[in-house]
């Protein structure tokens, strides 16, 4: 199996085959806990072309892409929007927005190439966060990475579900890395 994790910038081909990945995983990721309904609204606002590209080139954005076998299997993206929970306000905080993996390809090499570029982009600041809603298998893979869960009730920013906001303090003001 050949992995590789890359930066994908705004090209027709990637724009195209982001979305179709996306698509793909928002159906596995919530179909089975909202209706269809809130499903097409959420990828009608967040997804839409015109806005995804935007999203795309926006500087407050980083996009990547895991590639299995030449293959797009999954994305993240690292961005310094969102919510900033209360207890980073005085950090420099970066935010995971998405790290989204295809169900038959979350073997652990997959993940990791993944994990392993948002952690090169995530090395000059102070802590990282994400916003996981409650249930993300994800969940136990970034807290097997030192992500720690903060307290308070949370809602997924995207699809009103309960989710868990998880944080990672840097160490490299101690010479560590992510």
Same mark, same amino acid.
């Given at each position: %199996?050949?992995?590789?994790?890359?930066?994908? *910038?705004?090209?027709?081909?990637?724009?195209?085959?982001?979305?179709?990945?996306?698509?793909?995983?928002?159906?596995?990721?919530?179909?089975?806990?909202?209706?269809? %309904? $809130?499903?097409? @609204?959420?990828?009608?606002?967040?997804?839409?072309? +015109?806005?995804?590209?935007?999203?795309?080139? $926006?500087?407050?954005?980083?996009?990547?892409?895991?590639?299995?076998?030449?293959?797009?299997?999954?994305?993240?993206?690292?961005?310094?929007?969102?919510?900033?929970?209360?207890?980073?306000?005085?950090?420099?905080?970066?935010?995971?927005?998405?790290? $989204?993996?295809?169900?038959?390809?979350?073997?652990?090499?997959?993940?990791?190439? *993944?994990?392993?570029?948002?952690?090169?982009?995530?090395?000059?600041?102070?802590?990282?966060?994400?916003?996981?809603?409650?249930?993300?298998?994800?969940?136990?893979?970034?807290?097997?990475?030192?992500?720690?869960?903060?307290?308070?009730?949370? #809602?997924?920013?995207?699809?009103? @579900?309960?989710?868990?906001?998880?944080?990672?303090?840097?160490?490299? +003001? #101690?010479?560590?890395?992510?």
């Amino acid at each position: %199996m050949d992995i590789l994790t890359k930066f994908a *910038l705004a090209t027709d081909e990637t724009v195209d085959m982001l979305l179709d990945l996306i698509h793909e995983l928002a159906s596995e990721k919530f179909s089975s806990m909202v209706d269809q %309904m $809130s499903v097409k @609204l959420y990828m009608e606002k967040y997804y839409d072309r +015109k806005y995804f590209i935007s999203e795309m080139n $926006s500087m407050s954005n980083q996009w990547l892409i895991v590639y299995v076998d030449e293959k797009a299997v999954g994305y993240a993206k690292v961005t310094s929007r969102g919510n900033v929970p209360q207890s980073l306000k005085d950090m420099r905080a970066i935010r995971i927005g998405d790290f $989204s993996v295809l169900k038959k390809f979350t073997h652990p090499e997959v993940l990791e190439s *993944l994990f392993h570029k948002c952690q090169s982009l995530c090395n000059y600041v102070d802590a990282i966060w994400i916003n996981e809603y409650v249930g993300n298998p994800m969940i136990e893979f970034f807290e097997s990475k030192g992500f720690q869960k903060e307290d308070g009730p949370w #809602e997924f920013d995207e699809i009103a @579900l309960p989710s868990v906001c998880l944080i990672h303090i840097n160490g490299h +003001k #101690e010479g560590k890395n992510c």
